[in-house]
């Protein structure tokens, strides 16, 4: 009979070698060598069901953004948002709401490009109906309260509409301007007596 425990501990004694082997060569590889995590576009946080909300100087709500998933990519500080629901506010004016099937926010949030089926609808009031455009994409910039697009643009006020190619809208201003192959048609609301 051979005796197998003298025969394990060289094999065991290599294994340990080989093992610190490895483990020298990647604690004295260089940083620069190996890649930086924030060179690469994969994201470091993820949130689901979240909701944003801004506030102006005088601490009234300027905005609420909410969605059910968002990922935060660290290379350029961007964020990548499924299904987003951004609500602007301002005083004495009704609030606008923009939906779309995803959205691209740039760093600290000063750019959302939004893309996929985007809605825009200014709520109704005692006076006019709600305000409702569709476009398939739009830049906004939340701080300044403003978006655009150079696609195609649907709006609709009760049974009141007007069709163009491209669009800039002012939320603070209330106002939509469409910029060109705009065709539209007016109904005058009646005036009960």
């Known amino acids: ?27 004295l590889t260089p940083e620069e060598t190996r890649p930086d995590r924030a060179l690469v576009h994969e994201p470091d946080a993820i949130a689901e069901n979240f909701e944003v909300r801004r506030l102006d100087e005088q601490g009234q709500l300027k905005y609420r953004l909410n969605a059910p998933h968002l990922q935060h990519f ?37 750019n959302v490009i939004l893309t996929d089926k985007v809605e825009v609808i200014r709520a109704a009031t005692t006076q006019s109906p709600a305000l409702v455009a569709r ?5 906004v910039l939340p701080d300044a309260g403003t978006a655009q697009t150079d696609q195609p643009v649907e ?3 009760g049974a009141s509409w007007v069709t163009g190619v491209g669009a800039r809208i002012d939320n603070n201003a209330s ?8 065709r539209g048609q007016y109904v005058a609301s009646r005036v009960k007596p």
């Open 1 to 27: 009979m051979k005796n197998w425990s003298g025969q394990l501990f060289p094999i065991t004694l290599l294994g340990i070698i080989a093992a610190l082997t490895f483990w020298l060569q990647a604690a």
């Open 74 to 110: 660290p290379d350029d500080d961007s964020s990548e948002i499924r299904s987003p629901r951004l609500i602007s506010y301002r005083q004495d004016t009704p609030p606008v709401t923009l939906t779309a099937g995803q959205a691209k926010i740039t760093a600290q949030g000063k």
């Open 135 to 139: 476009t398939a994409t739009l830049h």
């Open 155 to 157: 709006i609709s006020q």
């Open 175 to 182: 106002t939509f301007e469409l910029l060109s192959q705009v």
